[in-house]
């Protein structure tokens, strides 16, 4: 775990926080899959409502997230459904534009320098051929790591942040999780877990360093 510079113990009740990735670490990818959609000569809503709706492809992403499928796999089965020919590395084309969040990759630096455990708990699309979390230069900023991939385990089932929490060797009640997907909040707060939000309005970051007590940090 990080040393803080200024001090080896929290500034806070707190003593652990947990990330989310698509949404809260990354800039909002709905635009920009609205952008590339129209560049493939797509509706600009299409991989948005393909992948929600459809109910193959919805099946086939519920698979990806658990690590039943690969993702060259989920490439080659859902171009056709996106009315695409090319699969190559179709996931990685959608989101090649997407960028971190500065502000909550600064807070989560801010977090393990002030001495807490930061983790990341992700619902994965895949790491190969596209990696999304190198692309974003995420991995180096946690302590753990739970990638619904590598555990065939995907939010919001309980066991995936149960295991977080045995992972990070801290109490339900000693965290903070953010989400932009309120569905995987309620899980969280059965364990104790502190939740927040991530609705896609400015100041998130802000609200989580204050509940750290690092906001003079962010």
């Not at 190559?88 to 393990?112: I, S, T």
């Not at 965290?175 to 909040?185: E, I, K, P, Q, T």
Request: charged fraction near 20%; aromatic fraction near 8%; proline fraction near 6%.
């Amino acid at each position: 775990m990080a040393q803080s510079s200024d001090t080896d113990t929290p500034p806070s009740t707190y003593r652990g926080l947990i990330l989310d990735f698509a949404g809260v670490l990354t800039t909002d990818a709905l635009e920009v899959h609205r952008e590339w959609c129209v560049r493939q000569g797509l509706d600009p809503e299409a991989w948005r409502r393909t992948l929600n709706t459809h109910p193959v492809v919805r099946q086939l992403y519920v698979d990806l997230e658990r690590g039943a499928l690969s993702q060259a796999e989920w490439n080659r089965q859902a171009a056709p459904y996106l009315g695409l020919s090319d699969h190559e590395n179709l996931m990685g084309r959608a989101w090649a534009d997407v960028r971190p969040a500065a502000d909550m990759v600064a807070l989560a630096k801010a977090a393990r320098e002030a001495g807490y455990m930061v983790a990341m708990l992700s619902n994965s699309f895949g790491l190969d051929p596209y990696d999304p979390y190198a692309a974003c230069g995420v991995w180096e900023l946690f302590d753990v790591t739970v990638v619904s991939e590598r555990e065939g385990l995907a939010k919001p089932d309980p066991a995936i942040y149960r295991l977080t929490l045995d992972r990070m060797g801290l109490p339900g009640e000693a965290c903070v999780f953010v989400d932009d997907h309120r569905v995987n909040l309620p899980p969280a707060e059965e364990l104790g877990i502190t939740t927040v939000l991530a609705d896609g309005q400015p100041g998130t970051a802000a609200r989580v360093a204050a509940l750290l007590g690092i906001g003079a940090r962010v």
